[in-house]
């Protein structure tokens, strides 16, 4: 049977607190784990968790051999990479290096030690930890319900750069207002960010919630 | 508005159920663990931290029952800890639900555990607990076993050790302080928060707001731990974070 959201199982573990919030904000819909290429392939809506390091990361997708219905979902359905599986999507990461999917251009970097400082002069920490508000850099469906610059949990030491600025959907002033990292993109029925929408309590449900009925 | 300073109430975890006592001694049964970590969540908590006290072998099963439980209903960070002793006791606590787990005494016998657990599983999910005690004027060593064994090493060295192991957080608690109500050991929250480069949450000695304060603008820590004054409801984390907000601190707002 057609599930309405696949979470995509690459062999790295823990997508039960994705499963859970996504049960949570949608009872009624099938919503399950897989690893079958095939229920990715036919789901209705796919999501994208990862976290640990990126080379294993990339290592297990490309073993499970589910890289290409990722890719494919990633151009096709609605769609929702999380952590990694907003990562992955771009060029390279810095973290290896590691080639990732490619499906659009740009490269993932590390925080650099060297600018840790805020414009107070106050030392920031690597990872990123904790809650961090969100610009909305431009309107979307999934920011539905939530206000501009609200928090949301981040647990990360790497970040993305996209070549391409018309996908940025939301930015963070981590280290520091003055340079601002892109943490949420967004085109045509994909969307993805680096926060943790499972673990950003009311306003990472409503964005949850707001993927399993976006009609992208 | 930079990132928010974090609370983070701790429950103490003896099979599966929230106990509460001193020093392991007249412990006492204090509630379903679901609907502590969720009244926490609701008071705005950025994160919950559950020690499994006994962490023996017989319970084990039961606080990975108790962690999937709280993760079915409760959205925010759970870190845990107590009795992780291998790279498969971190895999199965990720797996129940946990977000990060906490190695103290298995990571100072065999610190290739920390090396491997954050390899395998990101520095994002390993926060490494160091027990310390003064021992001098700017001195403090590393104890386990509840502050009863010396271990021989200097905590800042070994913070600067397990960072450089890959640990994506330190949990510090000082064991002169810890349930003593006396404020954290600030210069030992400040002399590790500076020798890092990851974020540092302080433990040990809350007994007032003001301290939770202190821990940030005097200690340097990017959270705060405390376990008693939630539990006894001396407070709400409400009021913790509206106390540090007046003190000019960044919190993340719940009660708008």
Redesign the interface.
């Known amino acids: 049977m057609t599930l309405d959201v696949a979470i995509v199982d690459y062999g790295m573990?823990?997508l039960?607190?994705v499963h859970?919030?996504l049960r949570?904000v949608a009872p009624d819909a099938r919503i399950e784990i897989t690893s079958d290429a095939q229920d990715v392939h036919d789901a209705r809506r796919v999501v994208v968790p990862g976290?640990?390091?990126m080379p294993?990361t990339m290592a297990a997708l490309n073993a499970s051999g589910l890289r290409e219905a990722v890719i494919a979902a990633a151009n096709s359905k609605p769609f929702l990479g999380i952590c990694l599986g907003l990562q992955m999507l771009f060029d390279v990461s810095e973290e290896g290096p590691t080639p990732c999917l490619g499906v659009y251009r740009g490269t993932v970097v590390r925080f650099d030690?060297a600018k840790?400082t805020?414009a107070q002069g106050?030392r920031?920490?690597?990872?990123?930890?904790?809650?961090?508000?969100v610009r909305q850099a431009r309107a979307h469906p999934l920011w539905a319900g939530i206000a501009d610059?609200t928090?949301f949990?981040f647990?990360?030491?790497y970040y993305p750069v996209p070549r391409e600025m018309d996908l940025v959907t939301g930015l963070v002033?981590?280290p520091d207002a003055r340079e601002p990292f892109t943490c949420a993109i967004g085109r045509a029925t994909l969307f993805a960010v680096q926060f943790?929408p499972?673990?950003?309590?009311t306003a990472?449900?409503r964005l949850l919630s707001n993927f399993v009925s976006w009609n992208a | 508005?930079?990132?928010?300073?974090?609370i983070i109430p701790c429950l103490d975890i003896a099979a599966g159920r929230v106990v509460k006592g001193v020093n392991f001694l007249n412990l006492r049964d204090a509630g379903d663990p679901v609907e502590v970590a969720k009244r926490y969540?609701e008071q705005g908590a950025?994160e919950i931290a559950f020690l499994d006290i006994t962490a023996s072998v017989e319970t084990r099963g039961l606080l990975y029952q108790m962690i999937?439980d709280v993760?079915?209903?409760v959205?925010?960070?759970l870190t845990v800890g107590g009795g992780v002793r291998a790279v498969d006791d971190v895999?199965a606590l990720?797996?129940?639900?946990a977000?990060?787990v906490s190695i103290n005494t298995a990571g100072i016998k065999n610190p290739q555990l920390i090396r491997d657990a954050a390899?395998?599983?990101?520095?994002?999910?390993i926060v490494v607990a160091i027990d310390a005690k003064q021992t001098g004027p700017g001195r403090w060593e590393v104890f386990t076993h509840g502050g009863r064994h010396p271990t021989g090493l200097d905590a800042i060295a070994w913070a600067r050790e397990v960072e450089r192991l890959g640990a994506?957080?330190i949990l510090l608690t000082s064991m002169d302080r810890d349930g003593a109500k006396t404020g954290f050991d600030l210069a030992l929250t400040r002399a590790v928060a500076d020798a890092?480069?990851?974020?540092?949450i302080a433990s040990g000695g809350v007994g007032t707001l003001e301290h939770l304060v202190d821990g940030v603008l005097e200690g340097g820590a990017?959270?705060v731990l405390a376990a008693s004054i939630f539990h006894y409801s001396e407070f709400t984390i409400t009021e913790a974070k509206q106390r540090m907000q007046q003190a000019g601190i960044e919190v993340?707002e719940?009660w708008s």
């Open positions: 573990g823990n039960r607190s859970n919030a949570f976290q640990a390091a294993d030690p840790m805020d106050q920031q920490k690597v990872p990123h930890m904790g809650w961090s508000p610059h928090r949990y647990a990360h030491s002033a981590y943790h499972e673990k950003s309590s990472g449900l | 508005m930079p990132l928010a300073k974090r969540g950025d999937a993760a079915e209903q959205f925010i960070p895999r990720l797996n129940a639900g977000d990060k390899a395998r599983y990101g520095a994002q999910a994506g957080e890092l480069t990851i974020p540092v990017d959270a993340r719940s």
